[in-house]
Nanobody, 125 residues
Framework: QVQLVESGGGLVQTGGSLRLSCTAS????????MGWFRQAPGKEREFVAA????????YYADSVNGRFTISRDGVKDMVYLQMNSLRPEDTAVYLC??????????????????WGQGTQVTVSS
């Protein structure tokens, strides 16, 4: 089992920045690649970003590419999402997830086994 706890969400104005953190505990963190997803009210949960086991490879959704950066700290068992130039359409609950299926599937929900409870991000216009 892997337990994931997100933090760092909040209310920010358009153009602002936030840094989300996800703390992992339980099984060896390095065995999993990590992802961030988000879910807005009435919408499907969507992929945001993923980072490989070593941190050498990353995927980003087109909507956040160039604005968001995912990173991981293998010593602290944490993963981060730096969000810059935030827009109202970025408003959602952001969830951290751990996956072990092939890296090629890392942009899909089905690839992830463990999920956090999420942290709310609200961007005001």
């Amino acid at each position: 089992q892997v337990q994931l706890v997100e933090s760092g969400g909040g209310l920010v104005q358009t153009g602002g920045s936030l840094r989300l953190s996800c703390t992992a505990s339980g099984r060896t963190f390095s065995r999993y690649y990590m992802g961030w997803f988000r879910q807005a009210p009435g919408k499907e949960r969507e992929f945001v970003a993923a980072i490989s086991w070593s941190g050498a490879s990353r995927y980003y959704a087109d909507s956040v590419n160039g604005r968001f950066t995912i990173s991981r700290d293998g010593v602290k068992d944490m993963v981060y999402l730096q969000m810059n130039s935030l827009r109202p359409e970025d408003t959602a609950v952001y969830l951290c997830a751990a996956g072990g299926v092939g890296w090629a599937a890392a942009t899909t929900r089905r690839a992830y086994t463990y999920w956090g409870q999420g942290t709310q991000v609200t961007v005001s216009s």
